[in-house]
């Protein structure tokens, strides 16, 4: 038997389609004007259809020896290692504040309120990481700006809270200890928001350029965001100058643009499919019980 589509919910689909149409589109032109000839899209501007294909911006951004391999490594460490430190600060921090059992925990929530709203500046903060000797290595990448939010923070608190207590009650008489209670039950059944938080802070990682400006000389660590920075300021200042490189070939400017967009959104894109299962869930029932 076939089941009967309601019209509401036709009407829903229709809506929620158009606005996935909407969404898409802005990077389907970012991805057809990448390879567009740069005198198509002088002549005629964007077009969904160019009148003429060319990759020659992905031929000045991929080379044998570009950079750009390089600093992809360092992006995806960036991303992996301090999504990771920063999804384990954040569950063991919301833990013990979820513990109705822990004293105090309404003052440490204060605590970690006041850091989201109130800071010590630039100034001190950069005196502070070239002290400790983050300065033009990987390290001054990952901690001098540990991506941790409280508002994160709180997802998975109220997440833990809403978890059964007795489930807690029952490991603790049977002899479990606190960390077992924390990585054994309470991290698996966790998964939704964690994979939540994970999407915030990778999706944070991978933007991240502010460090590499402040904290980084050495060319050869720079993540993938400051160097598509680098190339993108170089390619301005050759169109300001006449818009030829040194063979005489015009440089593909809005086209080197749009290239560097679709490599930076690129990876990340096919990370959300694989966390969407849970990213609904974890966002719901996190914020729900306070």
Known sequence: MKKKINPTQMILYL???AFALCCLLP???VFVVSITEEKAL???GYSFIPEAFSIEPYKRLIYEGSPIFRSYGITFFTVIVGTTIAVLITFLAAYPLANQKVKYRNGLALYFFITSIFNAG?????LISKKLGLYNNLW??????????PFNMFLVRNYIKSLPVSLMECARIDGAGEVRILFQICMPLCKPVLATIVLFYGIAYWNSWFNAIMLVDNSKLYPL?????KVESDIRMIASVGGASAGGSIVPTEGMKMATAVMTI???IFLYP????YFVKGIIMGAVKG
């Open 140 to 149: 001054a990448l990952l901690i001098p700006s540990m991506i941790f939010t």
């Open 15 to 17: 809506i929620v389609a």
């Open 225 to 229: 965001q400051m160097l598509l920075i």
């Open 266 to 268: 690129g990876p990340i």
């Open 122 to 126: 630039l100034v001190p903060w950069y």
């Open 27 to 29: 990077m389907v032109l």
């Open 42 to 44: 002088t002549k005629n």
């Open 274 to 277: 694989f966390l969407q299962k």
